[in-house]
Protein backbone atom coordinates (compact mmCIF):
# COMPACT_ATOMS: atom_id res chain seq x y z
CA UNK A 1 0.00 0.00 0.00
CA UNK A 2 1.22 3.46 -0.93
CA UNK A 3 1.63 6.23 1.12
CA UNK A 4 -0.86 7.89 -1.08
CA UNK A 5 -3.80 4.82 -0.42
CA UNK A 6 -5.95 5.39 2.13
CA UNK A 7 -5.70 2.38 4.82
CA UNK A 8 -9.57 1.40 4.10
CA UNK A 9 -9.84 -1.20 6.80
CA UNK A 10 -8.28 1.34 9.08
CA UNK A 11 -10.83 4.32 8.23
CA UNK A 12 -13.62 1.63 8.46
CA UNK A 13 -12.68 0.10 12.19
CA UNK A 14 -12.68 4.17 13.12
CA UNK A 15 -16.34 4.89 11.67
CA UNK A 16 -17.56 1.95 13.69
CA UNK A 17 -15.73 3.05 17.29
CA UNK A 18 -17.10 6.42 16.47
CA UNK A 19 -20.91 5.31 15.74
CA UNK A 20 -20.55 3.12 18.93
CA UNK A 21 -19.40 5.66 21.21
CA UNK A 22 -22.59 7.87 20.47
CA UNK A 23 -25.02 4.95 19.99
CA UNK A 24 -23.95 3.16 22.94
CA UNK A 25 -24.85 6.31 25.11
CA UNK A 26 -28.06 6.35 23.99
CA UNK A 27 -29.04 3.12 24.22
CA UNK A 28 -32.15 1.24 26.48
CA UNK A 29 -32.49 4.92 27.59
CA UNK A 30 -35.31 7.28 27.07
CA UNK A 31 -35.50 8.75 23.65
CA UNK A 32 -36.67 11.23 21.74
CA UNK A 33 -37.81 9.73 18.35
CA UNK A 34 -38.98 11.26 15.03
CA UNK A 35 -40.74 9.88 12.09
CA UNK A 36 -39.14 10.48 8.96
CA UNK A 37 -40.39 11.03 5.34
CA UNK A 38 -40.73 7.32 5.17
CA UNK A 39 -42.68 6.47 8.43
CA UNK A 40 -39.21 5.07 10.03
CA UNK A 41 -38.18 6.26 12.95
CA UNK A 42 -35.02 8.03 13.34
CA UNK A 43 -33.72 8.68 16.96
CA UNK A 44 -31.30 11.44 18.34
CA UNK A 45 -29.09 8.25 18.15
CA UNK A 46 -28.30 7.63 14.63
CA UNK A 47 -27.80 11.13 13.87
CA UNK A 48 -25.16 11.53 16.12
CA UNK A 49 -23.63 8.67 14.95
CA UNK A 50 -23.46 9.71 11.17
CA UNK A 51 -21.78 13.17 12.64
CA UNK A 52 -19.06 11.17 14.61
CA UNK A 53 -18.74 9.11 11.11
CA UNK A 54 -18.42 11.93 9.20
CA UNK A 55 -16.51 14.42 10.89
CA UNK A 56 -13.66 11.22 10.62
CA UNK A 57 -14.24 11.03 7.24
CA UNK A 58 -13.72 14.90 6.71
CA UNK A 59 -10.18 15.20 8.15
CA UNK A 60 -9.14 11.49 6.68
CA UNK A 61 -10.44 11.34 3.39
CA UNK A 62 -12.23 14.90 2.71
CA UNK A 63 -12.43 14.11 -1.38
CA UNK A 64 -14.31 11.18 -0.74
CA UNK A 65 -17.82 10.67 -1.66
CA UNK A 66 -20.33 10.36 0.78
CA UNK A 67 -24.15 8.65 1.02
CA UNK A 68 -25.60 8.42 4.73
CA UNK A 69 -28.92 7.26 5.78
CA UNK A 70 -29.62 10.44 8.20
CA UNK A 71 -27.50 13.04 6.52
CA UNK A 72 -27.72 12.60 2.92
CA UNK A 73 -25.11 12.40 -0.12
CA UNK A 74 -22.29 14.37 -0.32
CA UNK A 75 -20.08 14.09 -3.62
CA UNK A 76 -21.55 11.11 -5.03
CA UNK A 77 -19.31 12.38 -8.21
CA UNK A 78 -15.99 11.52 -6.74
CA UNK A 79 -14.32 8.23 -7.41
CA UNK A 80 -14.75 6.46 -4.01
CA UNK A 81 -17.89 7.00 -2.03
CA UNK A 82 -18.38 5.66 1.54
CA UNK A 83 -22.16 4.56 2.44
CA UNK A 84 -23.10 5.03 5.82
CA UNK A 85 -25.76 3.22 8.10
CA UNK A 86 -25.30 4.39 11.63
CA UNK A 87 -28.15 2.42 13.00
CA UNK A 88 -29.57 -0.28 11.28
CA UNK A 89 -32.31 -1.56 13.13
CA UNK A 90 -33.69 0.85 14.47
CA UNK A 91 -37.10 -0.09 15.56
CA UNK A 92 -34.74 -2.72 17.49
CA UNK A 93 -32.49 0.04 19.22
CA UNK A 94 -35.66 1.29 20.31
CA UNK A 95 -37.18 -1.35 21.85
CA UNK A 96 -33.67 -2.60 23.49
CA UNK A 97 -32.91 -5.54 21.17
CA UNK A 98 -29.24 -6.14 20.59
CA UNK A 99 -29.35 -7.08 17.06
CA UNK A 100 -29.07 -3.52 15.49
CA UNK A 101 -25.73 -2.49 14.16
CA UNK A 102 -23.67 -0.06 12.10
CA UNK A 103 -23.01 -0.51 8.43
CA UNK A 104 -20.19 0.41 6.09
CA UNK A 105 -19.76 0.23 2.89
CA UNK A 106 -16.65 1.44 0.48
CA UNK A 107 -17.84 1.76 -3.25
CA UNK A 108 -14.95 2.23 -5.78
CA UNK A 109 -15.90 2.89 -9.47
CA UNK A 110 -19.49 1.68 -8.81
CA UNK A 111 -18.50 -1.72 -7.34
CA UNK A 112 -18.16 -2.51 -3.13
CA UNK A 113 -14.40 -3.31 -2.33
CA UNK A 114 -14.92 -3.56 1.52
CA UNK A 115 -18.19 -3.94 4.05
CA UNK A 116 -18.84 -4.11 8.14
CA UNK A 117 -21.16 -4.91 9.96
CA UNK A 118 -20.39 -3.46 13.52
CA UNK A 119 -23.02 -5.37 16.48
CA UNK A 120 -22.14 -3.03 19.25
CA UNK A 121 -23.82 -4.52 21.87
CA UNK A 122 -22.89 -8.01 20.42
CA UNK A 123 -19.49 -7.13 20.19
CA UNK A 124 -18.99 -8.43 17.22
CA UNK A 125 -17.17 -6.67 14.32
CA UNK A 126 -17.49 -8.18 10.88
CA UNK A 127 -15.09 -7.01 8.28
CA UNK A 128 -15.19 -8.00 4.17
CA UNK A 129 -12.17 -6.67 2.12
CA UNK A 130 -12.13 -8.89 -1.32
CA UNK A 131 -8.78 -10.54 -1.48
CA UNK A 132 -8.57 -8.97 -5.57
CA UNK A 133 -8.93 -5.57 -4.16
CA UNK A 134 -5.92 -6.20 -1.67
CA UNK A 135 -8.07 -6.91 1.56
CA UNK A 136 -7.54 -9.98 3.86
CA UNK A 137 -11.36 -12.10 3.31
CA UNK A 138 -14.38 -11.68 5.59
CA UNK A 139 -13.06 -11.48 9.33
CA UNK A 140 -15.38 -11.53 12.61
CA UNK A 141 -12.91 -10.02 15.08
CA UNK A 142 -10.27 -10.69 12.90
CA UNK A 143 -10.55 -14.54 12.43
CA UNK A 144 -11.51 -15.74 9.28
CA UNK A 145 -15.21 -16.38 8.78
CA UNK A 146 -16.55 -18.48 5.21
CA UNK A 147 -19.67 -18.99 3.80
CA UNK A 148 -21.31 -22.41 4.01
CA UNK A 149 -21.33 -23.50 1.12
CA UNK A 150 -24.86 -24.56 1.05
CA UNK A 151 -25.50 -25.37 -2.66
CA UNK A 152 -29.24 -27.14 -2.18
CA UNK A 153 -32.64 -24.79 -1.32
CA UNK A 154 -33.66 -27.66 0.29
CA UNK A 155 -31.08 -27.94 2.69
CA UNK A 156 -31.07 -24.03 3.22
CA UNK A 157 -31.43 -22.19 6.53
CA UNK A 158 -33.24 -18.56 5.46
CA UNK A 159 -33.92 -15.55 7.54
CA UNK A 160 -35.43 -11.94 6.48
CA UNK A 161 -36.44 -9.02 8.86
CA UNK A 162 -39.99 -9.61 8.92
CA UNK A 163 -43.17 -10.28 6.63
CA UNK A 164 -44.00 -6.09 6.97
CA UNK A 165 -40.89 -5.44 4.83
CA UNK A 166 -42.70 -7.28 1.92
CA UNK A 167 -45.59 -5.90 -0.56
CA UNK A 168 -48.19 -8.35 -1.85
CA UNK A 169 -46.67 -10.11 -4.87
CA UNK A 170 -43.18 -10.32 -2.92
CA UNK A 171 -44.12 -11.68 -0.41
CA UNK A 172 -45.41 -14.62 -1.88
CA UNK A 173 -42.67 -14.80 -4.17
CA UNK A 174 -40.41 -14.95 -0.18
CA UNK A 175 -43.56 -17.37 0.93
CA UNK A 176 -43.11 -19.96 -2.06
CA UNK A 177 -39.00 -19.78 -1.88
CA UNK A 178 -39.02 -20.13 2.05
CA UNK A 179 -41.14 -22.48 2.23
CA UNK A 180 -38.86 -24.81 -0.10
CA UNK A 181 -35.90 -24.36 2.85
CA UNK A 182 -35.23 -26.36 5.47
CA UNK A 183 -35.49 -23.53 7.96
CA UNK A 184 -37.07 -20.21 7.91
CA UNK A 185 -36.66 -17.15 10.33
CA UNK A 186 -37.38 -14.04 10.93
CA UNK A 187 -35.77 -11.20 13.05
CA UNK A 188 -32.67 -9.50 13.32
CA UNK A 189 -32.09 -7.02 10.64
CA UNK A 190 -28.79 -6.69 9.54
CA UNK A 191 -27.26 -9.34 11.82
CA UNK A 192 -28.83 -12.01 9.20
CA UNK A 193 -26.09 -11.02 6.38
CA UNK A 194 -23.38 -11.88 9.19
CA UNK A 195 -24.70 -14.80 9.82
CA UNK A 196 -24.50 -15.50 6.21
CA UNK A 197 -20.83 -14.54 6.25
CA UNK A 198 -20.52 -16.43 9.17
CA UNK A 199 -21.98 -19.66 7.53
CA UNK A 200 -24.60 -20.09 10.00
CA UNK A 201 -27.58 -19.20 7.46
CA UNK A 202 -27.45 -20.11 3.84
CA UNK A 203 -30.02 -16.97 2.22
CA UNK A 204 -31.47 -13.72 3.31
CA UNK A 205 -34.16 -11.87 1.30
CA UNK A 206 -35.65 -8.92 1.59
CA UNK A 207 -37.05 -6.02 -0.43
CA UNK A 208 -37.93 -2.38 0.57
CA UNK A 209 -33.91 -1.64 0.96
CA UNK A 210 -31.79 1.32 0.45
CA UNK A 211 -27.86 1.83 -0.60
CA UNK A 212 -27.25 2.04 3.05
CA UNK A 213 -29.02 -1.22 4.16
CA UNK A 214 -27.26 -3.50 1.36
CA UNK A 215 -23.81 -2.27 0.40
CA UNK A 216 -22.03 -2.92 3.94
CA UNK A 217 -23.49 -6.24 4.03
CA UNK A 218 -22.74 -6.52 0.49
CA UNK A 219 -18.88 -6.03 0.89
CA UNK A 220 -19.08 -8.91 3.71
CA UNK A 221 -20.49 -11.35 1.74
CA UNK A 222 -18.51 -11.15 -1.24
CA UNK A 223 -15.66 -11.42 0.66
CA UNK A 224 -17.22 -14.58 2.17
CA UNK A 225 -17.24 -16.40 -0.65
CA UNK A 226 -21.04 -15.53 -1.03
CA UNK A 227 -23.04 -13.97 -3.52
CA UNK A 228 -25.54 -11.04 -3.08
CA UNK A 229 -27.55 -9.20 -5.69
CA UNK A 230 -31.03 -7.83 -6.78
CA UNK A 231 -33.78 -10.28 -7.40
CA UNK A 232 -32.55 -10.53 -11.00
CA UNK A 233 -29.31 -11.04 -10.43
CA UNK A 234 -28.18 -7.57 -10.70
CA UNK A 235 -25.05 -6.15 -8.77
CA UNK A 236 -26.15 -4.24 -6.25
CA UNK A 237 -25.40 -0.50 -6.46
CA UNK A 238 -26.85 3.14 -5.12
CA UNK A 239 -29.70 2.53 -7.65
CA UNK A 240 -30.66 -0.72 -7.16
CA UNK A 241 -34.47 -1.25 -6.95
CA UNK A 242 -34.65 -2.52 -3.07
CA UNK A 243 -35.06 -6.09 -3.59
CA UNK A 244 -32.23 -8.07 -2.02
CA UNK A 245 -31.37 -11.94 -2.51
CA UNK A 246 -27.52 -13.12 -0.62
CA UNK A 247 -26.67 -16.71 -0.98
CA UNK A 248 -23.90 -18.87 0.23
CA UNK A 249 -23.18 -20.47 -2.91
CA UNK A 250 -24.04 -19.65 -6.67
CA UNK A 251 -25.72 -22.32 -7.67
CA UNK A 252 -27.59 -21.48 -4.27
CA UNK A 253 -28.34 -18.22 -5.30
CA UNK A 254 -29.70 -19.54 -8.88
CA UNK A 255 -32.10 -22.25 -7.37
CA UNK A 256 -33.45 -18.95 -5.28
CA UNK A 257 -34.16 -16.58 -8.27
CA UNK A 258 -35.37 -19.18 -10.33
CA UNK A 259 -38.04 -19.60 -7.25
CA UNK A 260 -38.53 -16.20 -6.76
CA UNK A 261 -39.47 -15.34 -10.32
CA UNK A 262 -41.47 -18.39 -10.43
Known amino acids: MSSSTPDLPSIAQALADAAAA ?36 GARVPADGIYGEEHGPERLDAGRIWVLDPIDGTRSFITGSPLWGTLIGVLE ?18 IGH ?41 WAAFDRLSRQCAMRRFGGDCYGYAQLAGGTIDLVVETGLQPYDYLGPAGLIEAAGGVITDWQGQPLGLKSD ?19 SA
Open 109 to 126: GGRVVLGMIDMPVLEERW
Open 22 to 57: QSMRYFRTPLDIITKADESPVTLADRAAETAMRDIL
Open 130 to 170: NPKDGGKGATRDGQPVRASGCTDVAKARIVTTSPDIFAPAD
Open 242 to 260: GRVIAAATPELHRQAMAIL
